[in-house]
């Protein structure tokens, strides 16, 4: 059965940092890419950054220079660290893999194959 588990959301102070982890069960994660989505509030979901099997990396400009995403493959996990929060990061954090090629173009366009359940950020003073 495959399953991804996001865990690491919490409250945190605006400039203050979170991890955020997504553990994969059931498969083997080194041939995925993986990839971080988020959904603030009355707004739509949308991508924050995705990691492909060989190490190459996207982010949305919104969170250039602040959040960086990597994978442990030895411990079927990829990592979200995001650092100088804003109250507008505030959102629940999901990961998820692509359908297809299972590379991040794919998941870009919309090819998903499975969601995690999703963890919360309140960035908050």
């Known amino acids: 059965q495959l399953q991804l588990v996001e865990s690491g959301g919490g409250l945190v102070q605006p400039g203050g940092s979170l991890r955020l982890s997504c553990a994969a069960s059931g498969f083997t994660l080194d041939y995925y890419a993986v990839g971080w989505f988020r959904q603030a509030p009355g707004k739509e979901r949308e991508g924050v950054s995705c990691i492909n099997k060989g190490g190459s990396t996207n982010y949305v400009d919104s969170v250039k220079g602040r959040f960086t995403i990597s994978r442990d493959n030895a411990k079927n996990t990829v990592y979200l660290q995001m650092n100088s929060l804003k109250p507008e990061d505030t959102a629940v954090y999901y990961c998820?893999?692509?359908?297809?090629?299972?590379?991040?173009?794919?998941?870009?366009?919309?090819?998903?194959?499975?969601w995690g359940q999703g963890t919360l950020v309140t960035v908050s003073s």
């Open positions: 998820a893999v692509p359908a297809r090629g299972y590379v991040c173009y794919d998941l870009d366009r919309g090819y998903v194959e499975a």
